[in-house]
């Protein structure tokens, strides 16, 4: 056996032990190289010392010619130098009462031992006698143990401290259901999101041809495709492109430093940004502006950057894209250490996480190079900041830091999810359209995976049905639009990589997220690795069922990194970082991030160290309070979205049911049990069913559940909370609509632009949808179809037409 021992204070090697049976029995010999320190064969006193011992040939009972025997345990002297117990104390041994019984070695097992026997039975693990040598005893079966002198777990009886033991050991029960109950309810909540997300994609794919009948859509002159950006399920393939130079009505001239710098409130000036020239002649940003805009952000409440300094910086940033990133594939080289690159999962617009990571593991820079592995955008609020702090940070400094695309880097989810919603409130109108227009051209010229030392591989979902080379990734058309469904060809390599998720299997199976959607079992990544002679596959895409920062596949060649802590304000998950030093091994951090408002408090202190260590055990802690209510708000959402599958899917629970149901004609009453096979079978079989049949409320006293009665309670039903009623529905949308106009008082000029927005003489679907929206008129995309071909063949009446001009 060969130890290393270190130094505390210098971490100098010592030496090491070498411990062998010698040819006869019961012989140890020892060998140290190099020797030990002066006065180390013993028991050393200093904790920064290796503990040496030597066992010599005549020390008692080791060797097969005692086995059988009961063995002699050590003298007095001997027990009262490294062992505080008498035969016959009693004592507490992991909390439990128990009676010292043996003092001496153990068979095959160097060191003193103390053998116990408990007051209770089925506590221990044997009667006092082990592999054949009894010790003490015999005992009753499972009252004894033995464990090694000096263990924390074996304590002087007190009845004080039984009682604390036995409150710790309670209060850690609670916490151990506690957590299995998070866990189940958070996996279940996990696979909801996940499945909603493929109905999305499911939704789009169509609808798409449905539009083309639904609207009178026509290109307008220039070749561009029409107006887009309304949630009517229209292809991402109309995502407008807006001309470089045009953007969002702004002329190439516009200087910065002619800006007047806007205040707010407070007297604090909304930071305008400042491009300059590098000596390779390309456009860059000073550092002192990526930290005047970082300030900026950490102030609760910050207000967006003006739109002309948007328009800047997605064109730079654009322009820059287009000369770093000529592939697929983008090589990152790690800084020498101890540089290092800081991998970042999902972050979903919460800018408190990565403002964390930030303050936590460094600011991005040349020898601390960060990699986001996609999903910046949708959920969270602040996907905008996140997005141009990457793009400032890569203005000043190609090489500090990277990102990679994921799913919601495109219009078919970010349409739907929260950031065209974002661009459009932060900046109004059709100048926000704009915006999230050119984010979505910006994100095609995104890679989407990245290789650092030509050892990591980081992709945002997975690996694809089919194996495919480096090679082959870096020859991929990537500049486009994802797919809607992995087609053929090449759009397979796209769709599975921003899609797929890993199984615990072998092989490509089935993904809970959709039958579109594929994950990849351990011998497709071992192959993938191989094949390119890789350590280790990092991705992201999916929040790990444990609610951790991360989780290990695959024998550890697979990790999944989720960086949004209590992701959504809900989920109570931890966030977590990968951190990458050249010749080392990876290293994982998980975090819950504070609010700005105390990362602000927390800058502020003169220690860094102490106030990073004090935030973490803050935030720990409310980790844990949160837990609870996170589960009453996953299982809430959880029953709501259970609601919408029994409406949907209603026709086929009634038939399993009453294929199965035994009770008299008319009665409709199946056992609880039946009811969770049925929704098992028919609706998800990874929910769990015992809980929500609880929150339903639908079990009698007998423990029956009447199921018609069940799938009578939800239907569908128009939702007049938006001051339009069910009846004359139509009516009362036009209503509005022309009330929402006649207020905004526009010019003759702006109200036709706001209904023909491609000046073609025609209104499109996807633009009366829009105008809907902008009224804040909640409808749904089929009302909004069904309104503008209604109209078409029936106009509204006199009373409710709008004023031609």
């Known amino acids: ?148 002198a000096g263990a924390d777990s074996l304590a002087i009886y007190e009845p004080e401290v039984e009682a604390a033991t036995k409150l710790q050991a309670q209060m850690r029960r609670v916490q151990a259901a506690e957590k299995v109950q998070f866990a189940k309810t958070f996996k279940a909540y996990n696979n909801m999101e996940s499945r909603a997300e493929s109905e999305r994609l499911a939704t789009n794919l169509n609808t798409r041809g449905a539009e083309n009948i639904l609207s009178d859509e026509r290109e307008p002159a220039d070749g561009r495709p029409g107006s887009a950006g309304s949630d009517l399920g229209a292809g991402p393939s109309t995502m407008p492109k807006t001309p470089k130079g045009r953007l969002m009505g702004l002329e190439d001239g516009i200087d910065e430093e002619d800006i007047p710098i806007l205040l707010d409130d407070d007297g604090v000036g909304i930071p305008v940004l400042q491009f300059i020239v590098d000596e390779r002649g390309r456009t860059a940003v000073p550092r002192e502006c990526v930290e005047r805009v970082l300030r900026h952000f950490k102030r609760p409440g910050s207000e967006p950057l003006g739109a002309s300094c948007m328009a800047k910086l997605l064109r730079h940033g654009m322009d820059m894209l287009r000369r770093e990133v000529p592939c697929a594939l983008k090589d990152i080289r790690s800084p020498e250490p101890p540089g290092r690159v800081v991998v970042l999962g999902d972050t979903h617009g919460q800018l408190e996480d990565v403002l964390w990571i930030f303050f936590e593991h460094g600011e991005p820079s040349p020898l601390n190079v960060y990699l986001f592995n996609g999903d910046v955008a949708d959920r969270g609020k602040n996907a905008t900041e996140i997005m141009i702090l990457i793009l400032l940070f890569k203005l000043w400094e190609p090489d500090c830091i990277h990102m990679n695309r994921g799913n919601h880097e495109d219009p078919i989810m970010n349409e739907s999810y929260g950031f065209r919603e974002e661009c459009i409130t932060k900046w109004s109108g059709s100048v926000g359209m704009d915006i999230f227009n050119t984010f979505n051209e910006l994100f095609q010229h995104l890679p989407l995976f990245s290789l650092i030392d030509n050892k990591v591989f980081v992709i945002h979902g997975g690996l694809w049905r089919r194996d495919f080379r480096l090679a ?64 280790l596959v990092v991705r992201s895409h999916q929040v790990p069922d444990s609610g951790q920062g991360f989780e290990w596949h695959h024998g550890g060649r697979c990790v999944t990194i989720f960086s949004a802590s209590n992701y959504c304000g809900d989920c109570g998950n931890l966030g977590g970082v990968l951190v990458y030093v050249r010749g080392e091994q990876e290293q994982l951090f998980e975090h819950w991030a504070p609010p700005l408002a105390e990362l602000a408090l927390l800058e502020d202190e003169a220690d860094r160290a102490q106030a990073r260590i004090s935030a973490q055990a803050r935030c720990s802690t409310r980790q844990r309070l949160s837990r609870g209510r996170s589960i009453q708000r996953m299982e809430a959402d959880i029953v709501r979205r259970v609601q919408e599958l029994v409406v949907r899917r209603k026709g086929e629970l009634f038939e399993y049911w009453a294929e199965a149901d035994l009770s008299p004609r008319g009665t409709f009453c199946i056992p609880a049990k039946l009811w969770r096979e049925g929704c098992a079978a028919v609706l998800d079989d990874g929910l769990p069913w015992v809980r929500l049949q609880d929150a339903l409320g639908i079990v009698d006293f007998r423990g029956d559940v009447h199921y018609v009665k069940f799938l009578t309670r939800y239907r569908v039903a128009f939702d007049a909370s938006y001051g339009v009623s069910t009846a004359g529905w139509e009516r009362a949308v036009w209503s509005k609509l022309m009330e929402t106009l006649l207020q905004a008082d526009l010019p003759l000029r702006e109200a036709l632009a706001a209904l023909d927005s491609t000046s073609d003489g025609l209104v499109s679907g996807i633009e009366f949808a829009r105008l809907i929206e902008s009224c804040h008129v909640k409808i749904t995309p089929l009302q909004a179809r069904a309104l503008l071909r209604s109209l078409a063949v029936h106009p509204p009446s006199s009373e409710s037409r709008p004023a031609t001009a």
């Open 1 to 148: 056996i060969w130890i290393k021992t270190h130094s505390s204070d210098s971490g100098e090697l010592l030496g090491r032990l070498c411990l062998g049976f010698g040819s006869s029995a019961g012989e140890v010999a020892s060998l140290l190289v190099p020797p030990p320190p002066t006065g180390a064969l013993a028991l050393a006193s200093q904790p920064s010392v290796a503990t040496w011992y030597t066992r010599r040939s005549s020390s008692p009972g080791y060797g097969s010619s005692h086995a059988g025997r009961h063995r002699r345990p050590l003298s007095a002297s001997e027990m009262d130098e490294v062992c505080p117990w008498s035969l016959g104390d009693q004592v507490l041994v992991h909390g439990k009462v128990a009676l010292v019984r043996y003092i001496g070695e153990v068979q095959n097992s160097l060191g003193l031992f103390v053998g116990v026997e408990f007051e209770k039975a089925n506590v221990g693990k044997h009667d006092g006698s082990v592999d054949g040598v009894r010790y003490f005893g015999p005992t009753a079966a499972l009252r004894a143990l033995f464990v090694r």
């Open 472 to 535: 082959q990734l870096r020859r991929l058309p990537f500049r486009r639009l994802l797919p809607e469904r992995p087609g053929v060809g090449m759009d397979i390599l796209l769709f599975d990589s921003v899609w797929s998720d890993p199984h615990e299997g072998k092989g490509i199976g089935a993904n809970p997220r959709g039958d579109a959607i594929v994950s990849f079992g351990s011998d497709v990544t071992r192959r993938f690795l191989k094949a390119d002679n890789l350590r």
